[in-house]
């Protein structure tokens, strides 16, 4: 063997021996054939124990590895073999930056289509109608492209950085140039950043019915930069994600049942005997209507025209047409019972008295 070598030894070519090429050669076939026995034998044992456990995203990591193509192994070993030769310097860098770009760009597309992964993964899982689950993905994709420019920018630095330049200053440029960028669209960004907020944290969904301060509605859309609602009226409001985050959300989407209370007024000249009636009176119509469940009736106080009672009951519907109609169903029935007994509502007046 010593032999073998010594020979090789004594030939030169472009300033390399034999012996340097045999090692390089060796170095580059060693290497694709051990990475081949990777793939095709190690992460295919892999693959079978990860596909008897329940999680899911070894699955996913191994698949991805076994999705690397071809150039990507050929791109390590010449990348190996080629430091044991000698080699022009600046030929040297321009083929270590063309490997170093081949294999970035393998390893990224490799991690892109693991994030793809992920991202089909989490919706499928939290996601259930087919449109929101459009609108998701879109959004995902969204931070896809953001973490994709980031690895891309990462490698950009550090292919920069094997060709002699000093980075530092193209980072601090970059630096400079993305706090000048980001503070021209700060209220853009605000309300991207809060669209992922509301995708992520889920405080309401399409088809919910939330209320906003003064303003409520079903929404129908939640883009990048605002929201969608239409309103009880028809109308169609348009709220910025920032705005939504920002501010309490009332969701009635968990709401089972609606609770009502309101004032039933009735005049100061009414028989003390009826108004002991009125509470039997209201509990009995209450409680022969479909859907709705009695509470209380109670006196509540002496107004400056009128005696005011307080009736509070339950609807078994979170729909505001249902409510509305059982509603309009108990004001009728009192209306009734109260013009049968001759009990008379109140309105605003004044009694003047004069003194002769």
Not at 164 to 189: D, E, F, K, M
Request: aromatic letters at 12%; a positive charge; one cysteine or more.
């Amino acid at each position: 063997m010593e032999e073998i070598i010594s020979v090789l030894s004594s030939y030169t070519y472009l300033n390399n021996t034999l012996w340097q090429y045999t090692l390089a050669i060796g170095y580059f076939f060693g290497v694709l054939i051990a990475l081949k026995i990777f793939k095709s034998f190690i992460l295919v044992k892999l693959n079978k124990i990860a596909e008897k456990t329940e999680n899911t995203i070894d699955d996913a990591v191994i698949n991805t590895l076994q999705k690397i193509r071809a150039p990507f192994y050929f791109f390590i070993s010449f990348f190996i073999a080629i430091r044991h030769v000698n080699i022009n310097e600046v030929a040297l860098k321009a083929i270590s930056v063309f490997l170093i770009f081949g294999i970035a760009y393998e390893m990224i597309k490799s991690l892109g289509d693991l994030i793809d992964y992920i991202i089909d993964l989490y919706i499928e899982k939290t996601v259930k109608k087919e449109k929101e689950k459009k609108q998701m993905r879109s959004m995902m994709r969204i931070l896809r492209i953001f973490i994709m420019i980031v690895l891309w920018s990462i490698t950009l630095l550090f292919i920069l950085s094997n060709l002699g330049i000093n980075v530092t200053s193209v980072v601090a440029s970059l630096g400079i140039g993305g706090l000048a960028i980001a503070l021209a669209v700060q209220s853009v960004l605000s309300d991207i950043f809060s669209a992922f907020s509301i995708y992520l944290d889920k405080p309401f969904e399409v088809g919910d019915f939330i209320i906003i301060g003064s303003d409520s509605g079903s929404v129908e859309h939640i883009g990048l930069k605002t929201t969608r609602l239409r309103t009880i009226r028809g109308e169609v409001l348009i709220i910025s994600n920032k705005e939504l985050t920002s501010t309490r959300v009332k969701n009635l989407r968990q709401l089972k049942k609606r609770r009502d209370s309101f004032m039933v007024n009735v005049q100061y000249e009414t028989p003390i005997v009826k108004r002991e009636k009125i509470p039997q009176i209201i509990e009995k119509i209450i409680e022969n209507i479909e859907g709705a469940e009695y509470l209380r009736c109670n006196l509540f106080e002496f107004g400056e025209s009128s005696i005011n009672y307080e009736l509070a009951y339950t609807i078994d519907s979170a729909d505001y047409n249902v409510f509305m109609a059982v509603r309009e169903q108990i004001n009728l029935a009192i209306m009734k019972a109260f013009e049968k007994e001759d009990i008379q509502f109140a309105y605003p007046t004044q009694v003047v008295y004069v003194k002769k």
